[in-house]
Structures are given as structure tokens and as C-alpha cells.
């Protein structure tokens, strides 16, 4: 089992800048790609950014630009750097992991971090 704990979000003016850490613990041994994705009020859960164990990143085209996907496989933490941040952006963010158990490849989730920009 691997669980994820994300921190960093907050309450933000537009235009401004945040960091989103999640750092993983348990059977990271079989750790693959990783990723963020948000929810907004009403709305369905998105992919923002991924990456995989290689660092090769992948972004949603609202957030190319803006939004840095990063991690350190030593620490087995993912981080996503958010700048030119805009009220659209508020959000729960959310973490989430594939891994594989030894027998089977599976996906954790972290509890989410809110994110509010601010107009």
C-alpha cells in the first residue's frame, strides 16, 4: 500500500505563485508514475500534470505555461509549482500514484490540498 500526503496550498491573489508538495510512504518500491489533478466546486475531477519515473512530465493545456510538474525519486516526493496563478485555478488538488504491489498495479490517492485564488 502506498499513501500520499500532499501539502502546500492556500489562499492566494491572482497572478500569484504556489508550491504543492506530496510525498509518498509505504511500498514505494514499485512506484510508477505520479501525478495532480483538481476538482472545483461542481465540477468533474481533471488531470493537471503528470510524470512519470523517468521525469518526462505531461501537462493539461490550461496549466502549460504556468505549471511545473517535478519529483525526486530519492525522497519519493512529487511536487507542481504553480505560478500566474488565476482565480480558475481554485481547486482541490489532489495527488495520486500508480504503483505496483508486487501482484497487482493499483492507484492511491491523496486527501487533497485546497487551493483558492483570489481575483
Known amino acids: 500500500q502506498v499513501q500520499l500526503v500532499e501539502s502546500g496550498g492556500g489562499l492566494v491573489v491572482a497572478g500569484g505563485s504556489l508550491r504543492l508538495s506530496c510525498a509518498a510512504s509505504?511500498?514505494?518500491?514499485?512506484?510508477?508514475?505520479m501525478a495532480w489533478h483538481r476538482q472545483a466546486p461542481g465540477k468533474q475531477r481533471e488531470l493537471v500534470a503528470g510524470?512519470?519515473?523517468?521525469?518526462?512530465?505531461n501537462y493539461e493545456d490550461s496549466v502549460k505555461g504556468r505549471f511545473t510538474i517535478s519529483r525526486d525519486n530519492a525522497k519519493n516526493i512529487v511536487y507542481l509549482q504553480m505560478n500566474n496563478l488565476k482565480p480558475e485555478d481554485t481547486a482541490v488538488y489532489y495527488c495520486?500514484?500508480?504503483?505496483?504491489?508486487?501482484?497487482?498495479?493499483?492507484?492511491?490517492w491523496g486527501r487533497g490540498t485546497q487551493v483558492t485564488v483570489s481575483s
Open positions: 495520486a500514484a500508480a504503483y505496483f504491489d508486487g501482484s497487482w498495479h493499483r492507484t492511491s
Open positions: 509505504g511500498s514505494t518500491f514499485g512506484l510508477n508514475d
Open positions: 510524470i512519470n519515473n523517468s521525469g518526462v512530465p
